[in-house]
T-cell receptor, first 113, second 114 residues
Framework: DADVTQTPRNRITKTGKRIMLECSQTKGHDRMYWYRQDPGLGLRLIYYSFDVKDINKGEISDGYSVSRQAQAKFSLSLESAIPNQTALYFC????????????FGQGTRLTVV | AQSVTQLGSHVSVSEGALVLLRCNYSSSVPPYLFWYVQYPNQGLQLLLKYTSAATLVKGINGFEAEFKKSETSFHLTKPSAHMSDAAEYFCAVSPSGGSYIPTFGRGTSLIVHP
């Protein structure tokens, strides 16, 4: 099984619908992140969490919310999806020191129609 | 504050040719630097990292990168490209102390021609 698992892998939803993307990890890392990938823009940080009680906004948090249900689980919600939220979303984890790399899930491809 | 600039959104090489992907960084503190690779329909995986030890870093699949502080660069190279190297490559910077939030470049798509 993958160390970082994202569900669903693909999703098509309608404008205005609420949708949740889920991420779970088995690496025991305390830090979890949600990124969005758009062609030509690289990865942009949406939200991050350093532990269950610590949630922080990233550079593009508008229109998104998150929940850290447990150390291993970090969910991203779109309260009212809009077409420009169509993108590839990645969850990542990291151990609590900066000389370690991030571990990524396989991604969720979200299309808002 | 920190940032990463990857020069060239696409790099095209012939199989067997040298691969050079450029990355320049900006950081207010000594940085840790990373290269990640993304194959189609997959997440990112680490190629190599610089964490203030040796300035020439060797990674997986024959890739290496050299940290040059004077040039604020961390370019990725491979002597001989293989078809399987075709992928998206991301450079990332993380501060050596503090926020533990990596910042990614916009990515460079490597195209390998037979």
């Amino acid at each position: 099984d993958a160390d970082v698992t994202q569900t669903p892998r693909n999703r098509i939803t309608k404008t205005g619908k609420r949708i949740m993307l889920e991420c779970s990890q088995t690496k025991g890392h305390d830090r979890m992140y949600w990124y969005r990938q758009d062609p030509g823009l690289g990865l942009r940080l949406i939200y991050y969490s350093f532990d269950v009680k610590d949630i922080n906004k990233g550079e593009i948090s508008d229109g998104y919310s998150v929940s850290r249900q447990a150390q291993a689980k970090f969910s991203l919600s779109l309260e009212s999806a809009i077409p420009n939220q169509t993108a590839l979303y990645f969850c990542a984890t990291m151990q609590g020191s900066t000389n370690t790399e991030a571990f990524f899930g396989q991604g969720t491809r979200l299309t808002v129609v | 504050a920190q940032s990463v600039t990857q020069l060239g959104s696409h790099v095209s090489v012939s199989e067997g040719a040298l691969v050079l992907l450029r990355c320049n960084y900006s950081s207010s503190v000594p940085p840790y630097l990373f290269w990640y690779v993304q194959y189609p329909n997959q997440g990112l995986q680490l190629l190599l990292k610089y964490t203030s030890a040796a300035t020439l870093v060797k990674g997986i699949n024959g890739f290496e990168a050299e940290f040059k502080k004077s040039e604020t660069s961390f370019h990725l190279t491979k002597p001989s490209a293989h078809m399987s190297d075709a992928a998206e490559y991301f450079c990332a910077v993380s501060p050596s102390g503090g926020s533990y939030i990596p910042t990614f470049g916009r990515g460079t798509s490597l195209i390998v021609h037979p």
